[in-house]
C-alpha cells in the first residue's frame, strides 16, 4: 500500500532524514515514533506530497507520489502537525468545502460529513466558528477534514496534541473503530498511544530508522531487559548463590520472600519455564511469578540512546 525507498532529504550539508526505506500493508496500523526533530513530520510531508526529497522514492496504492500527485492524494486523509482549518468558517461549512475540494460526491456529501462529525464528537459544535473552539476541538477537526472523503489511507501527524485526557480516550476508541477499514500511519512521539493503538512501530532517530518491527518482536531485539516478579512462602537461603546458578538471570533487586530479576534481553519463554521449575524445586512454596516484558518505552528508550551513543563517539 505504501512503499519508501532510500527516502532522503537534506537541507544543506545537514539530512532531516537519511536512506529510509518501510512499508505500510494494506489495513495496518503503524506507529512512526521518534523523539522531536527525529524526521516523522519530515517524512509524513513528503508520503504526502507536500515536500519533495533529496533522493529515494514514495509508492503509494502504485503511484509514485512526484509522478502521478493527484492520484496518490485521493487515497490519502492527511492531519498535520498543525491541523488546517480556516477560522473563519463553520465547522460543518469548513468540513464540506473540504469534501468538495476532494471530489466527494454530491449525493455522499451530507452522508460523508455527518459521519466525520459523529466520529470525532463534534456535532455538538457543527455550527460554531472554529476559531471560537478551543485548541482540542480544532485538533478535532482537523481529524475531521482527514476523515471527511473516506480515504484509504490516513496519516496522522501528532494527532492528540492539545486534547484532554478524555478526549485522547476517544481519540483511541476513533483508532481502533477505523483499524481495518484503513490503512493508517499515527507519527508521534507519546508512547502510550502507539503501545494503546498499534501492533507494528518504525522507531527514527536522529534521521535514521533504528528499528521497525511489531512490539512483541522488538521488545526481544531491543537490549531493554525482561523482569520477573517473584514471591515466595519462605525465603530462600543463600538466594545469590541459588540465583547465581540460573544463567539467564543478569541481577535481582529484594530480599526476604519477595524480589525482581532482570533476565537476558534474548530468553525465550522455554527458558523463562526452567527459571519458574528452578524455584518451584527449591519448595519454598512458589507464590507469585509474573513475567513483565519491555515495556514500548523502554524499548523506545534503548533504542534511541544506542543511536545517539554511536553517532557521538
Known amino acids: 500500500m505504501i512503499e519508501v525507498k532510500a527516502l532522503s532529504k537534506k537541507y544543506g550539508d545537514r539530512f532531516a532524514i537519511k536512506d529510509i526505506h518501510f512499508t505500510v500493508d494494506r489495513g495496518e496500523l503503524v506507529g512512526f515514533l521518534g523523539p522531536n526533530g527525529a524526521g516523522k513530520t519530515t517524512t509524513m510531508k513528503i508520503i504526502t506530497g507536500f515536500m519533495a526529497p533529496s533522493s529515494g522514492s514514495v509508492q503509494v496504492g502504485g503511484y509514485d507520489v512526484f509522478e502521478n500527485p493527484m492520484e496518490v492524494k485521493t487515497q490519502i486523509g492527511y492531519l498535520p502537525e498543525t491541523p488546517p482549518v480556516y477560522m473563519d468558517m463553520r465547522v460543518k461549512d469548513y468540513l464540506k468545502y473540504v469534501a468538495e475540494l476532494r471530489h466527494v460526491e454530491k449525493s455522499n456529501l451530507t452522508q460523508y460529513i455527518g459521519e466525520a462529525l459523529e466520529k470525532t464528537d463534534l456535532a455538538s459544535v457543527e455550527n460554531r466558528l472554529i476559531e471560537n473552539l478551543s485548541k482540542g476541538f480544532r485538533q478535532r477537526v482537523g481529524i475531521a477534514q482527514a476523515l471527511v472523503s473516506k480515504p484509504d489511507i490516513l496519516i496522522l501527524d501528532e494527532p492528540t496534541v492539545g486534547l484532554d485526557p478524555n478526549q485522547v ?131 523506545f528508550l534503548d533504542l534511541t540512546k544506542s543511536k545517539s551513543n554511536e553517532v557521538n563517539s
Open 169 to 299: 480516550a476517544q481519540f483511541r476508541k476513533l483508532i481502533k473503530d477505523l483499524k481495518g477499514h484503513h490503512t493508517i500511519i499515527l507519527s508521534t512521539h507519546i508512547l502510550s498511544e502507539v503501545q494503546a493503538s498499534c501492533e507494528k512501530v518504525v522507531i527514527v532517530n536522529e534521521g535514521r530508522i533504528v528499528a521497525q518491527d511489531n512490539i512483541k518482536n522488538l521488545s526481544q531485539k531491543a537490549k531493554a531487559h525482561s523482569q520477573l516478579k517473584v514471591r515466595t512462602l519462605k525465603p530462600i537461603e543463600n538466594l545469590e548463590s541459588f540465583l547465581s546458578d540460573i544463567e539467564d538471570v543478569l541481577s535481582w533487586d529484594g530480599v526476604g520472600s519477595q524480589w525482581s530479576l532482570s533476565l537476558k534481553p534474548e530468553v525465550s519463554d522455554g527458558e523463562i519455564a526452567a527459571i519458574s521449575n528452578a524455584l518451584s524445586s527449591a519448595g519454598n512454596g512458589l507464590l507469585e511469578f509474573q513475567v513483565q516484558k519491555a515495556q514500548l518505552e523502554e524499548i
